[in-house]
């Protein structure tokens, strides 16, 4: 002991007795809080949570890892920014490689890592907290680059994805192409600093050390997750619609990255930076070359591994498929850029309270990075995907310094982000930097801001240097275009939309020929016209690669001048298109066609709703006039009889292709919606349930058709480049649980093909004509075996055809060609259709063919001569049309789909997140009861799945003071009761007993029939907490349709049983409480 700490001492006996008992607790906790995760002999023991007791609540319900959506939609937001809302997202300036940190930061510390560690960087020189650190290492020591090259040789390790459990961080999953089932990595010792979306080394454990699969038979390793059904996933499901026939309903997606170097552009512009001790400073800028540059040079993410070690790692989990392989994280080879910016809150009050506990004691802090130094203030993300992390105070912005300094404690309420700088072998948990403030988390404007900013949503206006690639507002089509292109604009032309939709992409005719024959026509916004290759516009277009839409609002890839007007499909003025006409007979057999750059002026835009109108015949065209109706005006010689015509044969011609692509194997799974209403402040004031209209679906049809024609047309002209599109066949492990669980249930189903699931489900929905509830949840598990579809270049599978198909689409060609104002592949693809047009013509031209015409589109036709394109004529003009409309080459069309492929992951992100947050806006007003049914049974939690919201919740139940949980083991079977005993804690479990009414509202019998009495007057006790005073009133405000359950509660899976669901939250993490409703008169 030194003189400054005996001075502490004796002046501390000197105190009261109060004060010592004070000071006494704090250090038993301090010495509970360092022995969970202290070493033992130099040997680190991997304890349950070793970041800290009581972090990683498991049975707290306030968790936003709780909330599992399913199925929601996509939806538009127009409201307008509120002055001074986001004033301070607030940055980090850049160091020399793009990335953002405070110069009044401590350089990050320095420790040894592997060379294979390379998308963070370190500073050599050491910071104030690595001088102090005690010699200790809690996590193993990466692989060196040799030892890494020998393990992948040999088979011995593999690369991987790694994805986190968001319902429990311990638990993370791996998934090896060719291998059927995900690598357990367990703990976060096995994890060894990895975190979501990391491209990791992992090495398999014995085959004596894999675990027991979720929901198979046999003893389980742990009761905390025994008998959960299968309709429970193991990693976190997002499960969405169907859009275009694809099904994007899983995370095993091979280019998981959201964001790429090339991104870093996204936090540099148009945004206020931190400069010298947090002061504003300048902006920094990644110019659009770099951009460009970047977007050309490297690879696919998609792991390689040693083919030889996949197939006998396949050959063990086929001859052992009870057991889940297990491994651990050896190597991080490409660090995830969700490091870059992870968003959450500060954790002041405790920062509070230990700088106070080290004022009394005034003893230096000697401890590695850990959840209690002065020094540092913990920042817990609201993703529970991620780790808790420390930040250094000194290089917090001044803003937050100052009110650090007073103690301020609100501002835990407000949203940041951080940057992941550091996890050294020493650390129990990151080292991060504050990069951005996004405002109080009760503040709608900061928490889509965070939103954006964590899926780096380029939302910035278009810079005037992009603007000036497009023609002024009063262009018209150039005389020349009437020459190259067919003149179609006394055809009968109309676009079918959303009615808020503004960036029109397609448009549908329809001709009667003889003999039964429809001539129908998809003619698509020329958008490549205007988006020139290498173009300023055409840089920033591939950059943002999608729209982006939120409720009511957008984020367009191209200015709303080409998007919305000069692109746009408008009616009454001449637009440039791509069309594709089909001769088509009765029995849907594609007899011709003609694809070609066109000129069109569309007649008529209608609404899906006004369309749906049209085919349920509920109006009479003879004696109404459109203005009277609130129907759309129709332009030109055209007539409604004519669009109404157009339309029912439209949709007659549409169910017999329909019919034909079912019979030959494609798959539906279309989800429900949810549709949020607003109210004239732009506030959520309801919800309905939406399936998809005979309108919507007759119009897919033709577009999915589109896409398949320009797939095959681009794949014939050039196989190398052609930018295509793959769904991959189902998760074979997820498929067999689905197929099992209806199994038990005595419904039928054969997963063997698409076309046979198809039937199967067909069926199972007319078995279950009385019970659409399970059906929705049998669809939504259906969805969740199935993989993510993707973007790709043909010539990066060159060798592997087989997988070029599309599982739901039953196709072995498919492409994304009909939004080209909103996805860049479109364009893409739109110059390379054009291209093969091109050469078709050049190579007829020049062998002065005098055949049939049909005989000369041998390329775009339905017939193919592989000769002709084979010869040298065809080879040359093919080469001439690529280089002409700047046909990318194999590599770097890759990056193109690569980062396409993690736009659309992100763009999906966001919607998820908007959903959640508006749903949570709605919940806020008032409290929502419902039947649910329960989809997932175990001893601590049950999973319920609510209909009216088309979403999932979990329930916890273990450790709830007065509430009394019996699990059946035999009979997976829960029995509920009240209870007047306090409840018991478990030994050694970190959290206390949760209060009841965080589990169970219960009413009384007598108050309700009590509220059932208009003359009944109702008031609410005084002190009564705000959850006491909100339970009451929603015990007197209850649906009668809702029936609260009765205690003792028997639950068993695909039980019914009544629910409550409120909003949590509003300073910092926000999340959707979900209760079980229940009656009892023991309260």
């Not at 299968?230 to 997002?238: A, M, S, Y």
């Not at 197939?311 to 651990?328: D, I």
């Not at 062998?847 to 589109?857: A, P, S």
């Not at 949570?920 to 799945?945: C, D, H, N, Q």
Request: hydrophobic share 35%; charged share 25%; net charge negative.
């Amino acid at each position: 002991m030194n003189h400054d700490e005996a001075a502490v001492v004796d002046n501390t006996n000197t105190n009261s007795n109060s004060k010592n008992k004070k000071k006494k607790r704090r250090s038993n906790r301090k010495s509970k809080h360092s022995s969970a995760s202290a070493p033992v002999n130099g040997i680190c023991l991997e304890s349950p949570c070793p970041l800290s007791p009581g972090t990683l609540d498991e049975h707290n319900l306030l968790k936003a890892s709780d909330v599992a959506f399913t199925s929601l939609p996509t939806m538009h937001l127009d409201e307008q920014q509120e002055g001074g809302i986001l004033q301070n997202n607030q940055m980090l300036p850049s160091d020399y490689d793009g990335r953002m940190l405070p110069r009044s930061c401590p350089e990050p510390i320095a420790c040894k890592k592997s060379t294979l560690y390379t998308n963070v960087r370190y500073d050599s020189r050491s910071s104030p907290l690595s001088q102090c650190k005690a010699q200790r290492r809690i996590y193993c020591t990466y692989w060196s680059n040799e030892a890494v090259t020998r393990g992948l040789e040999s088979g011995d390790i593999f690369k991987a994805l790694i994805r986190v459990n968001a319902h429990n961080r311990l638990e993370a999953y791996c998934k090896i192409g060719g291998v059927p089932t995900d690598i357990l990595i367990n703990g976060i010792i096995a994890q060894n600093r990895a975190i979501e979306g990391d491209i990791v080394l992992i090495k398999i454990d014995p085959l004596s050390s894999w675990t027991k699969m979720k929901g198979s038979s046999g003893p389980s390793n742990s009761a905390a997750v025994s008998h959960v059904c299968d309709l429970v996933p193991e990693p976190t499901v997002l499960v969405g619609n169907i859009s275009e026939g694809e099904g994007i309903v899983d995370i095993d997606f091979e280019f998981g990255n959201r964001m790429n170097l090339l991104e870093k552009k996204l936090h540099d512009e148009g945004n206020t930076y931190f400069g010298e001790n947090g002061s504003p400073g300048p902006v920094g800028t990644l110019c659009k070359s770099c951009v460009n540059k970047n977007l050309y040079i490297g690879s696919s993410r998609e792991p390689k591994n040693n083919a030889s070690a996949v197939r006998k790692l396949c050959a063990m989990t086929s001859a052992y498929p009870l057991k889940r392989p297990t491994g651990k994280v050896v190597a991080i080879i490409e660090s995830s850029s969700y490091r870059d910016g992870v968003v959450g809150i500060l954790d002041v009050k405790q920062w509070i309270f230990s700088r106070e506990d080290c004022t009394e004691n005034c003893k230096p802090v000697n401890l590695p990075l850990s959840l209690y130094s002065v020094e540092y203030i913990p920042f817990v993300p609201t993703d529970s995907k991620f780790p808790k992390m420390m930040v250094p105070v000194s290089g917090l912005p001044d803003c937050i310094q100052k009110r650090l300094e007073v103690g301020d404690a609100t501002i835990e309420a407000e949203l940041v982000a951080a940057r992941v700088v550091d996890w050294g072998e020493e650390d129990d948990v990151p080292e991060a930097h504050v990069i951005r403030v996004f405002g109080f988390g009760a503040d709608v404007e900061a928490h889509i801001a965070a939103i954006l900013f964590e899926n780096a949503i380029h939302s910035c206006e278009f810079p005037p240097e992009i603007l000036s690639c497009l023609p002024s507002v009063n262009w018209v089509v150039p005389q020349k275009e009437y020459q190259n292109r067919r003149d179609i604009r006394d055809l009968c032309v109309f676009t079918i939309d959303p009615a808020s939709a503004t960036d029109l992409d397609d448009a549908l005719s329809v001709e009667w020929l003889s003999s039964g024959i429809f001539r129908v026509g998809v003619h698509i916004a020329d958008a490549s016209y205007f988006v020139l290759p290498g173009s300023a516009l055409d840089v920033e277009a591939q950059f943002r690669s999608t729209s982006v839409y939120l409720l009511r609002r957008k984020f367009p890839m191209l200015p709303s001048l080409l998007s919305e007007n000069l692109g746009s499909l408008n009616p009454g003025v001449e637009r440039l298109a791509f069309s594709i006409f089909w001769d088509i007979n009765f029995s849907g057999e594609v007899l011709d066609r003609w694809i070609g750059r066109t000129i069109i002026q569309s007649c008529c835009k209608l609404s899906y709703e006004q369309a749906q109108d049209i085919i349920d015949g509920k109006f009479d065209v003879e004696n109404f006039t459109a203005s009277e109706n609130g129907l759309p005006r129709v332009h030109g010689k055209f007539q409604w009889s004519h669009v109404v015509k157009s339309v029912k044969s439209l949709h007659a011609v549409s169910k017999t292709l329909q019919g034909k692509r079912y019979t030959d194997g494609a798959l539906s799974l279309n989800n429900p919606k949810l549709i949020f209403l607003f109210d004239e402040d732009g506030s959520p004031y309801d919800c309905v349930i939406s399936k998809m209209k005979d309108s919507q679906l007759f119009v897919e049809e033709f577009l999915l058709l589109a896409n398949r024609t320009a797939a095959e047309v681009i794949t014939r002209a050039y196989p190398s480049t052609a930018l295509l599109r793959r769904h991959p066949e189902p998760n074979l492990h997820k498929l067999k649980e689905f197929e099992s669980f209806c199994s038990k249930h005595g419904l039928n189903v054969d997963t063997s093909s698409s076309g046979k699931l198809h039937l199967s489900l067909t069926h199972i929905k007319q078995e279950l004509k009385d019970d659409f509830m399970l059906f929705d949840i049998l669809l939504s598990y259906a969805t969740r075996s199935m993989q993510i579809a993707t973007y790709f270049c043909s010539g990066n599978l060159e060798d592997c055809e087989a997988d070029w198909g599309h599982y739901s689409l039953a196709v072995p060609l498919y492409t994304h060609f009909t939004s080209p104002l909103r996805r860049y592949p479109d364009i893409v693809v739109h110059r390379t259709l054009a291209a093969a047009a091109e050469a078709e013509a050049i190579y007829t031209k020049n062998k002065l063919l005098k055949h049939e015409d049909r005989t000369g589109r041998f390329l775009t036709g339905i017939y193919f001569n592989k000769d002709a394109i084979e010869s040298h004529e065809g080879q040359e003009a093919l080469s001439i049309a690529a280089a002409g409309h700047s046909v990318p080459c194999t590599e770097l069309l890759m990056v193109v789909a690569a980062h396409s492929n993690e736009r659309k992951l992100a763009s999906r992100h966001v919607k998820d997140a908007t959903d959640k947050l508006f749903m949570w806006l709605l919940l806020r007003k008032e409290v929502f009861f419902s039947k649910a049914r329960v989809v997932g049974l175990g001893p601590r939690f049950m999973s319920i799945y609510i209909q009216k919201l088309a979403i999932e919740r979990r329930i916890y139940y273990d450790e709830v003071e007065g509430l009394t949980a019996e699990w059946l083991d035999a009979t997976c079977t829960l029995i509920l009761n009240p209870s007047t005993n306090k409840g018991i804690q478990r030994k050694g479990t970190p959290a206390k007993c949760r209060p009841l009414e965080e589990a169970v509202l219960i009413v009384s019998p007598h108050n309700l029939m009590a509220a059932s009495d208009p003359s009944s007057k109702h008031c609410n006790g005084a002190g009564s907490s705000k959850m006491e005073e909100r339970d009451a009133l929603a015990s007197i405000m209850h649906p009668e349709d809702i029936e609260p359950s009765v205690f003792p509660l028997i639950v068993r899976n695909l039980s019914t049983i009544s629910v409550v669901l409120h909003a949590v939250g509003g300073n910092g993490p926000l999340d959707i409480g979900a209760r079980l409703y229940a009656s009892s008169y023991l309260v």
